[in-house]
């Protein structure tokens, strides 16, 4: 069954700390893409990776980075620099990265308390 | 840069009734896609309009992009519940290696 999952679906951590959401597919989708999405905001680009071991920063970096080590996966991980990081997490990924069609995953919702 | 601009942000009908969004581009688009979010859930791609005037139907649903390829709308005519949602517009980013998204427009429809 092909598609894009995240995990967790919630995430509750604790102000200060390094946080990893998980983004795999196995739609042998060339571009990975995270979002974030606060209410009334849309969906703000985070980073996004046209192929593997290279990325690109997107409208909203600052406090976050990622990896893309292999081609199914694209972890995101919300620092402690991040002044706001409590919000919905959406990965999506496309054919490639020529702003093709894409496919989000379900979202994991991050609290940080 | 290039900004998507959707409007209206919200929008509360009864049953029945008739709603439209629209999306305007600060920049020519090759193409405008559109995209469907349900409560809780995430978005999901509905359509593709790529011609200059084209006009696309999904059962109640009609899209069309504008003449000069800078404007859409989505129109869905007599609503249901099952239409509840935020629509999005997106469009490629300048470098087209990304789509830009509009805000969104939320829809609320009462029974």
């Known amino acids: 069954d092909g598609g894009i999952t995240q995990s967790p679906k919630y995430l509750f951590r604790k102000e200060g700390q390094n946080v990893t959401l998980s983004c795999e597919q196995n739609?042998?989708?060339?571009?990975m893409y995270w979002y974030r999405q606060d209410p009334g905001q849309g969906l703000r680009l985070i980073y996004y990776?046209?192929?593997?071991?290279?990325?690109q920063k997107g409208d909203i970096a600052e406090g976050y980075s990622v990896s893309r080590e292999k081609k199914e996966s694209f972890p995101l991980t919300v620092t402690s620099a991040q002044k706001n990081p409590t919000a919905f997490y959406l990965c999506?990924?496309?054919?490639?990265?020529?702003?093709?069609?894409?496919?989000f995953g379900p979202g994991t919702r991050l609290t940080v308390l | 840069g290039q900004q998507v601009m959707q409007i209206p942000q919200y929008q509360h009908v009864q049953e029945g009734e008739d709603f439209t969004t629209y999306c305007n581009s600060s920049?020519?688009?090759?193409?405008i896609q559109w995209y469907k979010q349900r409560p809780g859930g995430h978005p999901v791609f509905l359509i593709q309009?790529?011609?200059?005037?084209e006009v696309k139907k999904q059962k109640r649903l009609t899209f069309q992009f504008g003449e000069a390829k800078k404007n859409s709308s989505l129109h869905i005519t007599a609503t249901q519940t099952t239409d509840v949602g935020t629509y999005f517009c997106?469009?490629?980013?300048?470098?087209?290696?990304?789509?830009?998204f509009g805000k969104g427009t939320m829809l609320l429809v009462s029974p």
């Open positions: 920049t020519t688009l090759s193409n």
């Open positions: 990776s046209q192929i593997v071991n290279d990325f």
């Open positions: 739609l042998n989708h060339d571009a």
């Open positions: 309009l790529v011609k200059s005037g």
């Open positions: 999506a990924s496309s054919i490639s990265g020529f702003a093709d069609t894409q496919y």
């Open positions: 997106a469009g490629p980013s300048s470098g087209y290696s990304t789509l830009t």
